[in-house]
């Protein structure tokens, strides 16, 4: 048994030394010059691609620079400025009353915790980690779709749900390694370990994954 948990504990370290080097770049692909900005631009990305949320903010930020801004928006204006994002209807609601309950119970400052920023209405546990992680330095596991999948295809976690994957997570990898780990299990997946057809035999760590090793049986 104790064999085991060191080959394990061995074959963790490995997957995170070559994801963290393959993909140093810790910087979400969202633009954004404040924790307003990325908090927006996270909600717009849900359903959406990141690079299409890049096109439309910088026209949305000029309109609605800050959350007071954005808390008295109209939301047929707001709504036509975020319709190539998808589910626009929704995305407005929630920007329009997450900005007004900034406005109203933190000062017009976007808050630094979980537990308040999964207060507002459209934010998540994966957008709250984004804001943490980034504007606050605060260790935060980011677990989204391509997070999911990665991790699971690893054999880092068999959980269905982003809040189990994310308990798994958090139990193989200290603190100190969240912030990391979530950005090269995501770039990871982004590049190499697609949803479709993942490119097995380039990667840099299909030799420790179980679901690359169960395809040469």
């Not at 009353?97 to 017009?108: E, F, N, R, S, Y």
């Amino acid at each position: 048994m104790k064999g085991i948990i060191m080959q394990e504990a061995k074959r963790l370290q490995e997957i995170y030394d070559l994801l963290t080097q393959q993909y140093p770049d810790t910087r979400p692909l969202l633009h954004f010059r404040n924790p307003f900005e990325l908090l927006v631009a996270t909600v717009l990305s849900a359903q959406c691609t990141d690079a299409m949320v890049n096109r439309i903010t910088p026209q949305l930020f000029a309109r609605y620079p800050g959350p007071a801004d954005l808390a008295d928006a109209s939301l047929s204006e707001l709504e036509d400025l975020i319709r190539p994002t998808g589910f626009y209807h929704t995305k407005a609601r929630y920007l329009v009353t997450l900005a007004q309950k900034i406005v109203a119970d933190h000062g017009g400052k976007v808050p630094a915790t979980m537990e308040e920023l999964t207060a507002l209405p459209g934010v998540g546990r994966k957008t709250a980690s984004v804001i943490l992680a980034t504007c606050y330095g605060v260790p935060a596991l980011i677990v989204d779709t391509h997070v999911l999948r990665v991790s699971r295809r690893l054999g880092l976690s068999k959980g269905k749900t982003a809040e189990q994957v994310e308990q798994d997570l958090a139990r193989h990898f200290s603190p100190d390694r969240w912030i990391p780990i979530s950005h090269g299990l995501n770039r990871h997946g982004r590049s190499c370990c697609f949803a479709r057809k993942p490119s097995c035999p380039i990667c840099i760590i299909h030799h420790i994954c179980p679901f690359f090793i169960d395809l040469q049986r």
